[in-house]
T-cell receptor, first 111, second 112 residues
């Protein structure tokens, strides 16, 4: 079963705009990760945020985590057409190495 | 360095047949996990192996089995294929106790 739910399911923006995706989860976690997937291919790890962290940055990516609300957000600034992909949040389901993924947000960046 | 590799890339089978999917982890990674991704959904955990032992199993029927070899490569076997087994099968490897997983390109299985 899916642990997380991403919101929105689909997002279409223009190049240069910011894209924000949200993720909610159900159980306690040790960390939350975001992955990217291009056209049904393998997933690429973007960023990991631990349960004791509130915000993390990596390049144009900014992730926040609110454990009290069991939610996270991924912000991509100054988006590019190459950012077009599906984005998934994944949690460690309470400490195991098994990842539990949401259904994903499909992002389209129009040139 | 080579990433996670999977074979074959695509596979077409008919109902009732058996399939074996293969995965080679990144050099130095001893943990391998398998995920099933149905179209439009996120990946779902099937198995994790570490040092040739099963460390975790997802909510999949006994038709699904896996093993890990001494060189840490892994096989996923699915018996008595059903139409619903059509999916992208992803393999991921990781270092022990390190949650970032590195995914292969996947095997696209179509069951007719």
């Amino acid at each position: 079963s899916q642990q997380g739910e991403e919101d929105p399911q689909a997002l279409s923006i223009q190049e240069g705009e910011n894209a924000t995706m949200n993720c909610s989860y159900k159980t306690s976690i040790n960390n939350l990760q975001w992955y990217r997937q291009n056209s049904g291919r393998g997933l690429v790890h973007l960023i990991l945020i631990r349960s004791n962290e509130r915000e993390k940055h990596s390049g144009r990516l900014r992730v926040t985590l609110d454990t009290s609300k069991k939610s996270s957000s991924l912000l991509i600034t100054a988006s590019r057409a190459a950012d077009t992909a599906s984005y998934f949040c994944a949690t460690d389901a309470g400490g195991s190495e098994k990842l539990v993924f949401g259904k994903g947000t499909k992002l389209t960046v129009n040139p | 360095d080579a990433g996670v590799t999977q074979s074959p890339t695509h596979l077409i089978k008919t109902r009732g047949q058996h399939v074996t999917l293969r995965c080679s982890p990144i050099s130095g990674h001893k943990s391998v996990s398998w995920y099933q991704q149905v179209l439009g959904q996120g990946p779902q955990f099937i198995f994790q192996y570490y040092e040739k032992e099963e460390r975790g199993r997802g909510n999949f029927p006994d038709r699904f089995s896996a093993r890990q070899f001494p060189n840490y490569s892994s096989e996923l076997n699915v018996n008595a294929l059903l139409l619903g087994d059509s999916a992208l099968y992803l393999c991921a490897s990781s270092l022990p106790n390190y949650n970032e997983q590195f995914f292969g390109p996947g095997t696209r299985l179509t069951v007719l």
